[in-house]
T-cell receptor, first 113, second 114 residues
Framework: GESVGLHLPTLSVQEGDNSIINCAYS??????FIWYKQESGKGPQFIID?????DKRQGQRVTVLLNKTVKHLSLQIAATQPGDSAVYFC????????????FGKGTKLSVKP | ETGVTQSPTHLIKTRGQQVTLRCSSQ?????VSWYQQALGQGPQFIFQ???????GRGNFPPRFSGLQFPNYSSELNVNALELDDSALYLC?????????????FGSGTRLTVV
């Protein structure tokens, strides 16, 4: 069935290091992917997105890479800061412009000072 | 520009009761989706509303129902509450037309069923 999952449930990095969070998806027809950050007691916060016609997209300190051949998505965070500690979810959009999002279980990122 | 607001923030209900959760969409957004997030899991799609009609539904029973109002705000109703309904309920608004991007989430309603 359709699913979005993450390879690692937890990730611990040192402050200042780069973080890489991975995600596998199974629906080759998905046309849009989003990374969300969720802090305790809050809703998911948009980080960065990418359409299926792109391989890479950069934001402020974040980069998303999409490899459609192996259905893999990654989020790279440069110079990770304590404020980056949270659970990170990738989500794929199902269907057309009004499609719902399918989320994975999330990766908990812990940043050590 | 206001974001997505949800009420109440926390709620405790008894098994068998009914509950109504509310969501105000972000300014300019006309589509509202509801998600259920169990502890330690990713959000699961319940349903979506566009132009006051249900426009897509996930794998949830009919006792989960909703409404969308002319101002694009929305309600989620759950009847005959079960213990497994305990979760964080998230509302997300988006702009349906050209709908890449703009999925803005509220902070959720934490529902506990005892």
């Amino acid at each position: 069935g359709e699913s979005v999952g993450l390879h690692l449930p937890t990730l611990s990095v040192q402050e200042g290091d780069n973080s890489i969070i991975n995600c596998a998806y199974s629906n080759s027809a998905s046309d849009y992917f989003i990374w969300y950050k969720q802090e305790s007691g809050k809703g998911p916060q948009f980080i960065i997105d990418i359409r299926s016609n792109m391989d890479k997209r950069q934001g402020q300190r974040v980069t998303v890479l999409l490899n459609k051949t192996v259905k893999h998505l990654s989020l790279q965070i440069a110079a990770t800061q304590p404020g980056d500690s949270a659970v990170y979810f990738c989500a794929e959009k199902n269907g057309g412009s009004q499609g719902n999002l399918i989320f994975g279980k999330g990766t908990k990122l812990s940043v050590k000072p | 520009e206001t974001g997505v607001t949800q009420s109440p923030t926390h709620l405790i209900k008894t098994r068998g009761q009914q509950v109504t959760l509310r969501c105000s969409s972000q300014s300019g957004h006309n589509t509202v989706s509801w998600y259920q997030q169990a502890l330690g899991q990713g959000p699961q799609f319940i349903f979506q509303y566009y132009r006051e009609e249900e426009n897509g539904r996930g794998n949830f029973p009919p006792r989960f129902s909703g409404l969308q109002f002319p101002n694009y705000s929305s309600e989620l109703n759950v009847n005959a509450l079960e213990l497994d309904d305990s979760a964080l309920y998230l509302c997300a608004s988006s702009l349906a037309q050209g709908g890449f991007g703009g999925y803005t989430f509220g902070s959720g309603t934490r529902l506990t069923v005892v």
